[in-house]
């Protein structure tokens, strides 16, 4: 155990594990590694862990577990992601995306509370702070979908989550240069997105925001990339809980176990530096939290 009620669940050393989804069907946890193109699957109570290697990055996925497929957002698109067994599995394109310049891919995403899936482009060379990325969404019928651009002008869009009645999107730009959470008005029936407010400025504290999580009361759920930090932020704005890590770069939780009431954090082995100081960068982490997460909604074109 590390620090407050953090444990190592798995020594992953993912280079950039992103996207942690719970099955509560197979009581399973998937996630992908950015850089390596893998899709993971870690089975409870035992630990068994499946990997698939796909034809490009792949960012962010969002289930139906149901009819046992993934959404994914990748580099040149979103994706179909269907798994056939342990080995197998098919990676069909859905909706292409033409990015505002070279160099770019998806990056965090996730379902709204009724299944639209959503995800943000970024520029994947950070230093260069272009504000090229956009918030896409997807719907429409398998066989003709629409992406659509909500917004832009984000320089790395990530921390996306929902409020639990869906009436609110939270959304971050973990980018150094500008370190905000902002909420917006989310309209569950059109997907239309309005009213853009600062919800928190992260600049000022330890850590950038990342991948994030909505708990059922409605608390925002960040990790601190760079500080080795989760934060708990009350609907206004106030952080009531931290959580120390022993890796520098958590990248994002999610709500999981029989009860919910475990968050997951995946994080970032980075190359080239020494890691003596943070061995288990690139782990799957846990906190036992004394609230729960909300189940995914099933994926619904």
Request: proline residues 6%; charged residues 20%; negative net charge.
């Amino acid at each position: 155990m590390f620090g407050k009620k953090v444990e190592l669940v798995f020594d992953a050393k993912d280079m950039v594990g992103e996207s942690p989804v719970w099955s509560v069907k197979e009581q399973a946890l998937y996630w992908v590694d950015i850089s390596l193109r893998k899709i993971n699957r870690l089975s409870f109570p035992n630990l068994s862990l499946t990997a698939w290697t796909c034809p490009e990055m792949v960012a962010c996925i969002a289930p139906n577990f149901d009819l046992n497929y993934l959404i994914v957002g990748a580099q040149s698109g979103v994706f179909k992601f269907t798994i056939i067994d342990n080995l197998g599995f098919t990676f069909e394109s859905i909706a292409s995306v033409t990015h505002d310049c070279e160099g770019m891919r998806f990056n965090d995403g996730r379902l709204d509370r009724r299944g639209r899936f959503l995800a943000g482009t970024m520029v994947m060379n950070m230093s260069l702070a272009k504000p090229f990325g956009g918030i896409y969404s997807l719907s429409g019928e398998l066989k003709s979908p629409v992406l659509k651009q909500h917004l832009k002008g984000f320089l790395t869009p990530n921390g996306m989550a929902f409020s639990p009645d869906g009436s609110l999107m939270y959304l971050s730009d973990s980018h150094p240069k500008s370190q905000n959470i902002w909420s917006f008005k989310y309209d569950n029936d059109s997907g239309e997105i309005s009213d853009r407010k600062l919800f928190f400025d992260m600049s000022h504290i330890p850590g950038r925001p990342d991948g994030a999580a909505v708990d059922v009361d409605g608390c925002y759920w960040i990790c601190g990339n760079d500080a080795g930090v989760v934060y708990r932020i009350t609907p206004e704005g106030v952080i009531d809980q931290t959580f120390n890590l022993p890796i520098k770069k958590p990248a994002m939780c999610s709500f999981g176990g029989p009860n919910l009431d475990t968050l997951f954090i995946t994080s970032i082995r980075p190359l080239g530096i020494d890691l003596s100081d943070q061995p288990l960068a690139g782990g799957l982490f846990s906190i036992k939290t004394s609230t729960q997460g909300i189940e995914e909604a099933k994926h619904q074109f």
